[in-house]
């Protein structure tokens, strides 16, 4: 590809990446668990930060290099250690990106944008409710505040100037992701349904976010 594009940089780091984080859906289906599973399970945003890092050349690539790396830190601390553990690990990468979304502000919207926009997070609060009112209430919760930040991170990313076919769309990706485990843990669903949809769209959001911003950065640089 030509200069400026995906690949320029580190282009094995991202093929690991597509590699370790797809190849542990194998893990999920077999319900495989240890220290290694932990390890596979965190390679694939592990590998994504490192791939942004590399091609980090200023405070927006580093912003997004380290979001990653604390979804990857939080991949491994919810088997390794808890779920609360690993959720703060996650809750602190959304905060750095929205920040890093909100400084890089989309100059302009369409009506049916901004709605978006606005509706994301009440929508996720109220299904994360209906999803977790059976739960205990420190559960319920823990679940409503988590569901607030990755909400309004997939908020102020659809209204970013990043690709919303790949950030944006990702972004909602990893929300229903947590939706779908708030499903599992809630019982609205059987986690023999939640665990075909949970990583898939984690995993398949996270690389669509890296994507986005990475590339979008990398060719304003090069440009």
Do not use: C
Not at 75 to 91: C, V
Not at 170 to 178: I, K, P, R, T
């Amino acid at each position: 590809m030509g200069k400026g594009q995906l690949w320029d940089r580190a282009r094995w780091l991202w093929l690991a990446a597509l590699v370790g984080g797809i190849s542990y859906f194998g893990a999920v289906v077999l319900r495989l668990d240890g220290p290694a599973i932990w390890a596979w399970k965190a390679s694939g945003v592990g590998l994504l930060a490192a791939w942004a890092a590399a091609n980090a050349r200023g405070t927006g690539g580093w912003m997004i290099a380290v979001a990653l790396a604390f979804g990857a830190l939080g991949d491994w601390m919810l088997d390794a250690i808890g779920m609360m553990q690993g959720a703060a690990a996650f809750a602190i990468g959304h905060v750095i990106a929205i920040v890093l979304y909100l400084g890089n502000r989309r100059a302009a919207m369409t009506g049916s944008q901004t709605l978006l926009v606005f509706a994301v997070v009440p929508f996720a609060l109220l299904a994360a409710w209906g999803l977790t009112k059976q739960a205990a209430p420190e559960q319920m919760t823990a679940a409503m505040g988590y569901t607030a930040i990755v909400a309004l991170m997939a908020a102020t990313a659809w209204a970013s100037r990043f690709p919303r076919y790949r950030t944006g769309i990702g972004a909602m990706l990893f929300l229903a992701s947590d939706l779908f485990i708030f499903a599992g843990e809630g019982g609205a669903l059987s986690r023999d349904v939640t665990m075909w949809f949970v990583w898939p769209l984690y995993f398949g959001g996270q690389a669509l976010i890296a994507w986005g911003v990475v590339s979008t950065l990398a060719n304003e640089r090069r440009a």
